[in-house]
């Protein structure tokens, strides 16, 4: 028989709270990894995107913050703003009979409201690296205090923020937190990397010992039977050509689409060269207001856009349930990400397709995809040269031209490169300091 919440350990006020959000019954995930967290375990959670990792390590945290509120008990990192709002909104929903307070700490925000926020010690504080390590160093003492007495930290997409991108903040973060052996650390991924698994190695305290759990299907099912994967075989030059064609056939009219692309550059070219050739588009990508991000997001989720090009800020974890269609207008360096992204649609076994955009420069990126999902790409048919040349070259070309012309009377990108002009002074300044 399986298993209901109440079974594996949780109050019954947030039982109830799970039940009136129509969750009757704990995911595989969230079966097996809630009952170790309850007894003090740090846990490492490996499962498929959509399979409830939030609440598998909000629930039990809840659960014990209300045995002993206080201060900032627990802090969420994540990798991207959206995916910190969007856990946010999960441990507001299931908290809200207990009035928690959480507050969400990312670029693109108002500094110093947040460091006012921090101050006052919220329970439950969800964060990206980056801007919290901005806090612990420019923002004092009062501020940061709180932090110093978490129970909980939790790594969500923990294999992400593992990586060599994040480590320097990490670093930051960590030498202000409670030692390990005084809280309990919660990893959460949907790619258990080997960066993940080493820390098992280096588990030496005295607590409740590190639990790992990893869903079965995680990496024996890449791919799921009930999504469509193809590729066509194109120059580089025509890309933005042959994304306009696939979108206006008629078949794919009425889909709701992801394009995903690896730089923020080309997001904005092509948002900007479809919405001149008046498709309903938007993006989201790091170069946005966080603002804007938001009201993308909300936008494409509503259906008032039915285009969403975005960089791999929406590859994992984002709530879109509705995708049909899947294209990789650049294919990803690592073939897990091509997973993550095409893994947006055929969603809880419906269908789903994904046509993959391949030059002359990915042959080696394709085959590399191939080989880790086991399956081959079939030749995606439905437009062909003939086509492109009758129906999208002049047109597309003209609105590029005009969507370039826009980028660079708004000056885009400027704010990046000064950033990084910023970044390489101080640099230079600290080496100077060093060799004085």
Known sequence: MPKSFRDIGLPS????????????????????????????????????????KTIAFAAPILSKWSEDPFGIYGLVLTPTRELALQIAEQFLALGATMNIRVSVIVGGEDIVKQAIELEKTPH?????????????????????????????????EADRLLS????????????????????????????????????????????????????ETVDKVAIPSTLSISYIFIPSYVKESYIHSILKLPENLDKTAIVFVNRTHTAEVLRRTLRNLEIRVTSLHSEMPQSERTNSLHRFKASAAKVLIATDVASRGLDIPQV????????????????????????????????????????????????????????YDLVNDDKIIKESLTVVSAAKREALMDMEKEGFGERKKNNKRKHESNGKKK???KNL
Do not use: C
């Open 164 to 215: 060599n991108s994040f480590s320097s903040d990490l670093d930051k973060i960590f030498k202000i937190l409670p030692r390990s052996e005084n809280r309990q650390t919660l990893l959460y991924t949907a790619t258990v990397t080997d960066a993940v698994r080493e820390l098992k190695k280096n588990d030496n305290t005295k607590k409740p010992g590190l639990f790992i759990y990893e869903v």
């Open 324 to 379: 049909e269609l899947v294209i990789n207008y650049d294919i990803p360096q690592d073939p897990d990400d091509f997973i993550h992204r095409v893994g947006r649609t055929a969603r809880a076994g419906k269908k789903g397709e994904s046509i993959s955009v391949v030059t002359e420069k990915d042959v080696e990126r394709v085959l590399a995809i191939e080989n880790r999902i086991n399956k081959k790409m079939d030749k």
């Open 124 to 156: 439950f504080v969800i964060a990206t690296p980056g801007r919290l390590a901005d806090h612990i160093l420019n923002s004092g003492e009062d501020t940061i205090a709180g932090l110093r007495r978490v129970k909980f930290l939790v790594l969500d």
């Open 431 to 433: 080496n100077k300091k």
């Open 13 to 52: 006020w947030l039982v109830e709270n799970l039940n009136s959000l129509n969750i009757t019954q704990p995911s595989l995930i969230q079966e097996n990894t809630i009952p170790p967290i309850l007894k003090g375990n740090d846990v490492i959670g490996g499962a498929k995107t959509g399979s409830g």
